[in-house]
């Protein structure tokens, strides 16, 4: 059963950093896509940045700029570097993982708070 399992969340000041890790386990086939989204209280589930097997990068434009994705796929494990924090970034973020074979089956995490105290 594949399994991605979320940390690096916490309370930071505004114009901070935090580091988001995400390491999937229970399968061992490369994802096709991984990426971050996030979603505030209210608000619908958003993406924050994805990333493809090869490197390609996608980044939401309220993000762009101060937050780089990236992965390590011989540890199937998906990162988010995120500066210059805003309190407008509080929200649970939630790892994404996608495996395209006959069809596309989507994987998410359980979530980690970020928020930001201005």
């Known amino acids: 059963q594949v399994q991605l399992v979320e940390s690096g969340g916490g309370l930071v000041q505004s114009g901070g950093s935090l580091r988001l890790s995400c390491a999937a386990s229970?399968?061992?086939?490369?994802?096709?896509?991984m990426g971050w989204y996030r979603q505030a209280p209210g608000e619908q589930r958003e993406l924050v940045a994805v990333?493809?097997?090869?490197?390609?990068?996608n980044y939401a434009d309220s993000v762009k700029g101060r937050s780089t994705i990236s992965r390590d796929n011989a540890k199937n494990t998906v990162y988010l570097q995120m500066n210059s924090l805003k309190p407008e970034d509080t929200a649970v973020y939630y790892c994404?993982?996608?495996?395209?074979?006959?069809?596309?089956?989507?994987?998410w995490g359980q979530g980690t708070q970020v928020t930001v105290s201005s």
């Open positions: 994404n993982a996608q495996l395209v074979t006959w069809k596309s089956f989507d994987y």
């Open positions: 229970g399968i061992n086939r490369r994802f096709n896509n």
């Open positions: 990333i493809s097997s090869g490197g390609s990068t």
